[in-house]
């Protein structure tokens, strides 16, 4: 197997999970205690006590149900989440990576969006997670498509290595807060590029395999003339 081939995938896929678990509040996986994934009463207590936050015994029911917002009993991250920010970019978003990903790439306005077609409060951290990891599956088909494509299938490698480098730069200026502004904008030019090269590769269809099947034929031809001769 060739390693080279399997390096992009790798490091989307550990960035991907490193999004996940980046983006979980502590806090929330410090109340929950059990680790299903969910908050009881008493789990948010402890969650909201480890922000400094503290409510009189006789409000905590009352606390409950503003963070239960689909009232099943029981609150799960995105409520969690949803209950104490407000929609946009406000500093506890900064604090999910993969809000941070898609503002330095200016497509967390367009994923806003798609939060209020879909009926979701804008600023939903498990959809920013999700828009993430879709961005970046698309970047390794681009990147793995487009570089098959005519005129780029000599510098495949150079193409690869670039995208590769443009992610992974920007990952890790993402993850420390430094400034994306290049890596950010080599990283969208790569995807354009390699969405561009994939549609063309697409439009070209087996006319390269075509070619090669035909040059092969011919060389077999050639070979057996000589061996009569």
């Known amino acids: 197997m060739n390693i080279r081939r399997v390096i992009l995938p790798l490091l989307v896929v550990a960035s991907s ?68 920010e407000k929609p946009g970019v406000s500093e506890v978003d900064r604090g999910n990576l993969a809000t941070r990903m898609l503002d330095n790439v200016s497509a967390l306005e367009l994923c806003n969006r ?26 390794v088909v681009f990147a793995v498509t487009g570089s098959k494509v005519s005129y780029c299938v000599k510098q495949d490698m150079i193409y690869k290595g670039i995208a590769a480098a443009s992610y992974v730069w920007f990952f890790i200026f993402t993850v420390l807060d430094f400034s994306t502004e290049y890596p950010g904008g080599f990283t969208i030019l790569s995807f354009i590029a390699g969405a561009i090269a994939s549609v063309d590769r697409l439009m070209e269809g087996d006319t390269t395999n075509k070619k090669s099947a035909t040059a092969g034929r011919k060389r077999a031809a050639a070979a057996a003339k000589k061996g009569k001769k």
């Not at 503003?66 to 991250?77: E, M, Q, V």
């Not at 920013?128 to 970046?136: Q, R, Y």
């Open 114 to 139: 798609l939060a209020e077609f879909l009926s979701i409060t804008p600023g939903n951290p498990l959809l920013d997670m999700a828009a993430v990891i879709v961005l970046s599956l698309l970047y």
């Open 17 to 84: 999970l490193f999004v996940a678990y980046a983006t979980t509040d502590p806090n929330f996986a410090t109340g929950d205690e059990d680790n299903d994934g969910f908050l009881t009463p008493s789990e948010l207590t402890a969650a909201l006590a480890a922000q400094g936050k503290t409510e009189p015994v006789e409000d905590l029911d009352k606390q409950f149900k503003k963070f239960d917002l689909n009232g099943d009993g029981k609150i799960d991250p995105s409520e969690y989440t949803k209950a104490l």
